[in-house]
């Protein structure tokens, strides 16, 4: 545990002082009274001692053979197993999710580890039949360099895994640098490199802001790559920083699931499937329910049974382990969500439940929302267009499949949704139209597994899909390679080639 310590970067295999000396404090969301920890708070000169490192390490890691770092991950990983109740309690107190979430957030980690280390003797390439005698041809991926990786803070130790163990097993080297409200969470996983031998220079921490930080590790002539996860304003700048040197640029942004529930639906699952898609994590997830588009039939009774379902969820701080919602991860995320209720209310919609801050007692010291349900939620309004990230989800009335399927895709993210229904042919039209980066049948908007690909559509990505064997794509280039013996000089698409 980590009570009034302070932690540092890390550099080329060392644990190291910011060169500014300053330090910031991170606090617990669920009850501000805890400190975490104090963090450095760094700048460009940290940012280019790691650069340095990573680039130099990158000479020697390229060369390691491929499975023999897949082995090292795979140690990785199970030092991230044995640790798994110490970085889910930690990262409990530092972003606020329930325990139960934590562990599923660090599982994640270790099951992206052990997939990872098995592509260390995957990575195929292809071979294919040259146009000529005595002509060899094929493909082989080829590592970048360094990469940079910028990531948010609802998935603490998740998404930085998704992006560090596939760009390691490639051969590429790591710059990192973590959310400001969850160093923590990646400070562990470093701990755990340096545990089990990673060369120095391989993989660097740099903690601090966005500006401070992000902006020269994106800028930077050196890097190669830059993955970020974050919101779509973000990544914006993200991807104009990269496109004056030509970097590759990973982006995973923004979402406005939703979830349709046809009239022939189960609808005790389908209530199910919307509480957790909604108010798990506290509605922080990029997948999060925060649209439920029901028809017309079921509409009135899937509100009311929904409503009374919201109104029980227990808050509290997460690591209780019967509570089943913890706070928003800042004041200032706290009070976008009690933004978004007032916006709710002034556009018209029907607040059923919820609508402002937890309060009294110990909530008093922590960023708690409501649970808060609008019911006839038009496509107009914001709430129904807009990104949230918190305890609030919309319910908005379909009158056919079709017009279902029109209002799930009715919003300029694209990254998942889902359909309830019995009836297999509405649940393969809904999948073939609705245009997602994920899409589920008879399930929530959340639940993605480590070996599909990840990542959305539209303004939710740039095109890139982290996770399964796709982000080996993301990580590595391509190299064409012909090799002739035929001892002389044959020109492809030039010599006629005469079959004897
Ligand atoms: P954010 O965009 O505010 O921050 C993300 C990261 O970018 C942080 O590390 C932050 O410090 C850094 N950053 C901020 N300003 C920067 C700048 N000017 N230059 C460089 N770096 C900068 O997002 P957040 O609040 O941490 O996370 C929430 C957002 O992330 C939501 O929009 C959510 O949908 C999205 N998200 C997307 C996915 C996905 O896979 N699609 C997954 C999780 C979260």
């Not at 991230?80 to 972003?95: A, G, H, P, V, Y």
């Not at 002539?221 to 970097?247: I, N, Y």
């Not at 009774?301 to 997460?318: L, Q, S, T, W, Y």
């Not at 402002?356 to 409501?370: I, P």
Request: hydrophobic residues 35%.
């Amino acid at each position: 545990m980590a009570d009034d310590k302070v932690y540092k970067n890390y550099i080329n295999g060392e644990w190291v002082d910011s060169v500014s000396g300053a330090t910031y404090e991170n606090r617990n969301p669920a009850d501000n009274r805890e400190l975490i920890g104090l963090f450095q708070k760094s700048n460009a000169e940290d940012v280019n001692n790691a650069i340095v490192a990573a680039d130099e390490a990158y000479k020697k890691w390229r060369l390691v053979p491929a499975p023999k770092r897949g082995e090292l991950l795979f140690k990785v990983a199970q030092k991230l197993d044995e640790k798994k109740e110490m970085i889910s309690q930690d990262m409990t107190r530092e972003m606020g999710k329930i325990i139960k979430e934590t562990r599923g957030d660090t599982q994640e980690a270790i099951d992206m580890g052990y997939y990872m280390a098995g592509e260390g003797r995957r990575q195929f390439g292809e071979t294919t039949p040259s146009e000529m005698r005595n002509k060899f041809q094929m493909s082989i991926r080829q590592p970048m360099g360094v990469c940079a990786m910028i990531t948010p803070w609802n998935f603490p130790i998740a998404i930085p895994s998704w992006k560090i163990f596939p760009a390691l097993v490639c051969g590429n080297t790591v710059v990192i640098k973590p959310a400001t409200y969850t160093p923590l969470s990646v400070l562990h996983f470093m701990e755990i490199f340096d545990e089990c031998g990673i060369p120095p220079g391989v993989v660097n921490m740099v903690t601090g802001s966005g500006s401070s930080v992000g902006e020269p590790l994106m800028n930077d002539k050196r890097v190669r790559l830059v993955s970020f996860t974050g919101s779509s304003e973000v990544g914006s700048l993200v991807s104009q920083a990269c496109a004056p040197d030509f970097k590759h640029c990973m982006l995973e942004m923004g979402g406005k699931n939703g979830q349709l529930v046809m009239d022939d639906a189960k609808l005790e699952l389908a209530i199910e499937g919307a509480l957790w898609g909604a108010f798990g994590t506290t509605g922080q997830r990029c997948t999060a329910t925060s649209r439920v588009i029901v028809h017309k039939d079921v509409y009135k009774e899937f509100v009311e049974r929904f409503v009374e379902r919201a109104k029980a969820i227990k808050i509290g701080n997460g690591l209780d382990e019967s509570v089943e919602m913890g706070p928003a991860v800042s004041e200032s995320q706290m009070n976008t969500v009690l933004e978004y209720m007032q916006i709710g209310k002034k556009e018209g919609a029907k607040m059923h439940c919820g609508g402002g801050r937890v309060t009294g007692g110990d909530y008093d010291h922590g960023w708690f929302t409501e649970p808060t349900v609008f019911s006839d939620v038009t496509e107009d309004m914001r709430i129904f267009q807009e990104e949230i990230f918190g305890s609030v989800t919309s319910i908005t009335v379909c009158d056919s499949l079709e017009d279902g399927i029109n209002k799930l895709n009715n919003v300029v993210y694209g990254l998942s949704a889902s359909v309830y229904t019995q009836d297999v042919n509405k649940a393969f039209t809904a999948m073939r139209d609705v245009y997602t980066g994920i899409f589920y049948v008879n399930a929530p908007t959340i639940g993605a597994e480590i070996s599909l690909p990840f990542g959305g559509t539209k303004a939710t990505g740039n095109g890139h899909r982290e996770a399964g064997k796709q982000a080996l794509e993301v990580f590595s280039e391509w190299k064409a390679v012909y090799i002739d013996f035929s001892g002389a000089l044959q020109k492809a698409q030039i010599d006629e080639f005469e079959i004897e």
